[in-house]
């Protein structure tokens, strides 16, 4: 089914059903209970995991398959945002138009990068790539402030032409995002008890491109094409001594990387039309390699799980305050309250950095296949349980 071998057809069920569920996984907490301060099924969150997870799946297509680690692509996420935002400008409110247009800039700007900085392998690609982005993310803030809007960042006004929509509400606002009239931002909230479930329009679309994406990412995962991104990166140099040029093979997986890039870049603009330079900023490049790197590079889920991982941690961990700390160690005594909350502030709030790159070292230290390598030996733990308790079972007592 959908050229897919049954393993394959189980892990996209899979999931699709969290990201359809995702409203109901997300928030296992009453919303007046105090650990709803972990609760994250709140539309713009859960549209960041899945976008996010589109520039993690993209990005595991190069440095999962062929080894090339890019410290640049965070450029392609960027030129996507900008190129949506025009379009909105210029054209209409409907995403479609805006998404494609960040598609294709950002194919043709990754198709320019990449020609040059594939000349080269190892931490050299991996410092031209750096320069680039740099390049473009100074660029943004200087030479190109009449495109990109400098530092303030490019977002809609009342003066935008916009030749197939309106250019402002009939309250002299400007107009919502929209897909073919639906607003992104028209969520119904669902109260069962203590719980309130929100359903979000902008979320599920991105919901839905994040399926297409990761399915094609299987696709090209099986195919001969991905094959040969393997052997790229199983020893390259070997191949070239068979007289095969891989250069097309790696130039082709760093635009389809780039593309990749992009969309996730155009959703963003999609969800909150604005694009900032900070989004083509080195630290936005070695997030995504966290994201890889953490889930598990090279596998199909794992990119996913490594975004959502980042992301729950930077919203819900850094909301936490001392306001927070107090509600929950008020039962202390004063002295000791005082001493934990001084420890625990320096690992949430503007410290979260500090408990995620913990946990980064702890996951690549013992499992340096990410988090899919946890999952995977959890699995052979059960079944190794499983198959003693039968066996034990079917030995006749003495």
Not at 118 to 126: E, K, P, T, V, W
Not at 308 to 315: A, D, H, R, S, T
Request: aromatic share 12%; proline share 4%; with cysteine.
């Amino acid at each position: 089914m959908l050229g897919l071998n049954k393993k394959d057809l189980t892990l996209l069920g899979v999931v699709a059903a969290l990201v359809i569920f995702a409203p109901f996984i997300l928030n296992p907490f009453p919303a007046d209970s105090a650990m709803s301060q972990f609760n994250a099924g709140y539309p713009d969150l859960m549209q960041r995991f899945v976008i996010f997870g589109i520039f993690a799946i993209g990005f595991n297509i190069l440095f999962g398959l062929t080894g090339y680690l890019s410290f640049g692509h965070a450029a392609f996420l960027g030129v996507g945002s900008y190129s949506a935002v025009w379009m909105f400008k210029l054209l209409s409110m409907n995403v479609i138009p805006a998404i494609l247009l960040a598609v294709v800039v950002s194919g043709l700007f990754a198709l320019l990068i990449g020609f040059v900085s594939l000349r080269r392998s190892g931490i050299y690609f991996s410092i031209l790539t750096l320069a680039f982005a740099q390049m473009s993310f100074n660029l943004a803030y200087s030479v190109l402030t009449p495109i990109t809007n400098g530092e303030t960042g490019l977002q809609l006004s009342l003066d935008d032409p916009r030749i197939l929509g309106e250019a402002a509400t009939a309250t002299g606002g400007i107009p919502a995002t929209s897909f073919f009239g639906l607003e992104m931002r028209a969520t119904e909230t669902l109260n069962l008890g203590g719980w309130a479930f929100q359903f979000n329009a902008g979320y599920y679309l991105c919901a839905l491109v994040m399926m297409i994406a990761f399915y094609l990412s299987i696709r090209i995962f099986r195919s001969p094409f991905g094959l040969m991104l393997r052997a790229v990166k199983s020893n390259q140099q070997r191949m070239n001594y068979t007289g095969l040029n891989t250069r097309p093979y790696t130039l082709a997986a760093f635009v389809i990387s780039g593309m990749y890039a992009g969309l996730a870049g155009g959703l963003l603009a999609s969800m909150d039309p604005l694009a900032g330079a900070e989004r083509m900023q080195w630290t936005a490049s070695g997030e995504v390699v966290l994201m890889t790197i953490l889930g598990g590079a090279g596998t199909l889920i794992g990119p996913v799980l490594g975004a959502g991982f980042i992301k729950y941690f930077e919203n819900i961990f850094s909301k936490i305050n001392d306001n927070v700390l107090h509600q929950w160690f008020h039962a202390l005594p004063d002295g000791l309250e005082s001493i934990v909350i001084w420890v625990a502030e320096h690992f949430v709030g503007s410290g979260w950095h500090l408990t995620l790159g913990l946990l980064f070292m702890l996951v690549v230290t013992f499992l340096p296949g990410g988090l899919v390598e946890g999952g995977q030996r959890l699995s052979r733990l059960r079944r190794r349980r499983d198959g003693g308790d039968k066996a034990t079972q079917s030995t006749p007592a003495e």
